[in-house]
């Protein structure tokens, strides 16, 4: 055995020397059996046929005392929580060789469409921030940059930006698939589908959440709702951008659940 075999051999058995690394130490090893517990859990059928090693290897440095690093069963349950049950940053979070991650960081599905560039969004997104008024507040467009003259046409019948949400969210549930998704389209733009895979953005991105039961259940219920979302919402996108017809439909919807405008009073 070489000199550095040796060395990685008898790190697992040196003893922490401060109680900042003990605990740490002690940490690692407790997330180690709450990740095999959850496999179990989650996974009864694949944790009882796996044959793959549960050892931890201990990693020692002079400045992070001991660290308890990923077990290759550990590292096959996360892949099957990315695979099966809802994504995460697995990848990043496995390729790392030298810590232990002991939360759950969450990727964003949102429409960030303000901080891309608008030609790379989808057409019916575009569409639909047009006809909200969003890119002509927020991003200085004009219908009249629009080239399809038909779309160009549509747009210019909106009578304004001011609608009442109640009554577009009832008229909309009135009205036949896909139109009647058109809610939880706007709802996507405006990060305001109450779900923790499609609101949070790159600049307020989702609190980690502790690997147990309670926020697992959790996650797997919000990403099931986020694919039902995300389905509804593809499904209006492609019938919006199938027709310029389907726009004019859109927008005399919208149209029709518009704020009246405030009274001025008598003129003097």
């Not at 496999?39 to 005392?65: K, Q």
């Not at 909309?172 to 939880?184: H, N, Q, W």
Request: hydrophobic share 40%; with cysteine.
């Amino acid at each position: 055995m070489t000199v550095e075999g040796a060395v990685k051999y008898l790190n697992p058995f040196r003893l922490p020397l401060t109680f900042s690394q003990a605990t740490g130490y002690l940490r690692g090893l407790w997330h180690s059996t709450n990740l095999l517990a959850l496999y179990r859990h989650y996974f009864p059928a694949e944790f009882a046929a796996s044959t793959t090693s549960n050892s931890i290897e201990i990693l020692h440095s002079s400045s992070n005392g001991l660290t308890c690093l990923y077990s290759p069963k550990e590292k096959e349950f996360l892949r099957l929580v990315d695979d099966r049950l809802f994504p995460f940053y697995a990848d990043q979070l496995l390729d790392e060789e030298e810590e232990r991650e002991d939360l759950i960081y969450l990727p964003n599905f949102g429409v960030d469409w303000w901080t891309n560039e608008f030609e790379e969004l989808e057409q019916g997104w575009q569409l639909l921030l047009f006809v909200t008024g969003s890119v002509q507040r927020d991003l200085g467009l004009k219908i009249e940059d629009c080239s399809d003259q038909e779309i160009q046409a549509a747009l210019l019948t909106i009578q304004g930006f001011n609608v009442k949400w109640d009554l577009l969210s009832m008229v909309s549930a009135s009205r036949a698939e896909p139109l009647c998704f058109l809610p939880i389209a706007l709802d996507m733009l405006e990060h305001d589908t109450g779900n923790i895979f499609i609101d949070p953005t790159d600049e307020t991105p989702a609190e980690p959440l502790d690997w147990s039961t309670e926020d697992m259940d959790f996650l797997i219920k919000q990403y099931q709702e986020a694919s039902t979302l995300n389905e509804k919402a593809g499904k209006l996108l492609d019938w919006l951008t199938a027709s310029p017809v389907h726009l004019r439909e859109v927008i005399n919807l919208w149209n029709e659940c518009q704020q009246p405008a405030p009274s001025t009073g008598p003129q003097q």
